[in-house]
């Protein structure tokens, strides 16, 4: 069954939204997943604040330029794709595809967008690949304590044995 020109425009404008609201976006090329696969894969997104959405590589590619971002080239997006919109954290969606697709051959990472920028499928497994917001600021925090840790190590050493000195000091006179 053909989709109406007015239910095209009503997904194109949908889409709109989401591209101008997304942090990043990921193209992934659906090569047999099954529907159980696909929902399990859409349930990892909405944990991440993230969701993907499948419609036709035209609409993708008009949505997308009409968002402001540059125009997706020809021949970058094949097969079934499926457009994974990241809301807070820019690697969420490309990271949780990047993963799905390592346990489940039928999906790959294509490409995607970023700051008004087209990424190479390489671009964004980089970005897949890169820790999350949450795994940066904890190796931060851990950087930023070990100084204190060890000058806190020296001073319980330093004055443990001021204190060692003293209590022979005491036992002797």
């Known amino acids: 069954m053909a989709i109406t020109r007015q239910k095209k425009e009503e997904i194109l404008a949908e889409l709109v939204t989401k591209f101008k609201e997304a942090k990043s976006v990921v193209f992934a090329e659906n090569k047999g997943l099954s529907v159980a696969e696909i929902q399990e894969l859409r349930g990892n997104l909405r944990e991440k604040n993230a969701e993907m959405k499948i419609a ?11 968002a402001g971002y540059e125009a997706i080239p020809e021949g970058s997006m094949t097969g079934a794709a499926g457009a994974v919109f990241s809301y807070d954290d820019i690697v969420a969606g490309a990271k949780t595809i990047y993963d799905y697709a390592k346990e489940h051959d039928a999906l790959a990472l294509l490409g995607g967008l970023m700051d008004g920028k087209v990424m190479t499928n390489e671009e964004a497994t980089t970005l897949a690949t890169i820790p999350s917001k949450e795994e940066l600021m904890a190796k931060l925090v851990y950087i930023l304590k070990s100084p204190i840790s060890g000058f806190h190590g020296v001073l319980n050493n330093t004055l443990g044995g001021f204190v060692r000195a003293l209590d022979a000091i005491a036992k002797k006179g």
């Open 56 to 66: 036709k590589k035209t609409l993708f590619k008009i949505a997308a330029k009409e």
